[in-house]
């Protein structure tokens, strides 16, 4: 089962800041999180992945509480492309192991 | 161009049948999974395999069959024990370092006629 529990569906207005969120209470020392999205009908794509500090890339960032139980994918400036199904993924980081997928949380950019 | 193919694209079987999918990378990656996809669900993993001649069941493993002999590729058949085949096919690979991030392909979706 997954480890992480993230809200079913959000809506953001084009232009502004997507912040969603993720529960991991459970998480171990050696697990990180990782971020995908899975825009419909497509594989998914990997946007980040962090273990304690905060991440950020081109796409997103990614802010993890101190006490590591949650955390927020942060899109800057949400587009209609960026619609998408976003899962949230604890995971160790050795011995290439599968990813646990949830439902995820399905994101709706509105113009 | 480098990066996860998957093929065919969408594909047809017919009661009783074995079908096979394809899942070729030349990221020259050392691990590959398959993932199946149902309607409005997370994504379940069928095997994976982390070296050459090797695989691992994942969740989902009966009524399926896999093998890897060359790195590249990954084929997956799904039998006629699998009796919902219907979903849609989810290839990935990764490699050790660089965050182990898995790159998936484009997928392949399975209907039985």
């Known amino acids: 089962d997954a480890k992480t529990t993230q809200p079913p569906s959000m809506d953001c207005a084009e232009g502004r800041a997507a912040n969603l969120p993720c529960n991991h209470s459970?998480?171990?020392?050696?697990?990180?999180v990782y971020w995908y999205r899975q825009i419909h009908s497509q594989g998914p794509q990997y946007i980040i992945h962090?273990?304690?500090n905060n991440e950020t890339n081109e796409m997103a960032s990614l802010i993890i509480t101190e006490d590591r139980k949650s955390s927020t994918l942060i899109l800057p400036h949400a587009t209609l492309r960026d619609t998408a199904v976003y899962y949230c993924?604890?995971?160790?980081?050795?011995?290439?192991?599968?990813?646990?997928f949830g439902k995820g949380t399905r994101l709706s950019v509105i113009a | 161009d480098g990066g996860i193919t998957q093929s065919p694209k969408y594909l047809f079987r017919k009661e009783g049948q074995n079908v096979t999918l394809s899942c070729e990378q030349n990221?020259?990656?050392?691990?590959m999974y398959w993932y199946r996809q149902d309607p409005g669900q997370g994504l379940r993993l069928i095997y994976y395999?982390?070296?050459?001649?090797?695989?691992q069941k994942g969740d989902i493993a009966e009524g399926y069959s896999v093998s890897r002999e060359k790195k590249e590729s990954f084929p997956l058949t799904v039998t006629s024990a699998q009796k919902n085949p219907t979903a849609f096919y989810l290839c990935a690979s990764s490699t050790s370092g660089s965050g182990e991030t898995q790159y998936f392909g484009p997928g392949t979706r399975l209907l039985v006629l």
């Open positions: 990221l020259n990656h050392d691990a």
């Open positions: 395999s982390q070296i050459v001649n090797d695989f």
């Open positions: 993924i604890v995971r160790a980081y050795s011995g290439n192991t599968p990813l646990v």
């Open positions: 962090g273990l304690k």
């Open positions: 459970t998480i171990s020392g050696n697990e990180y």
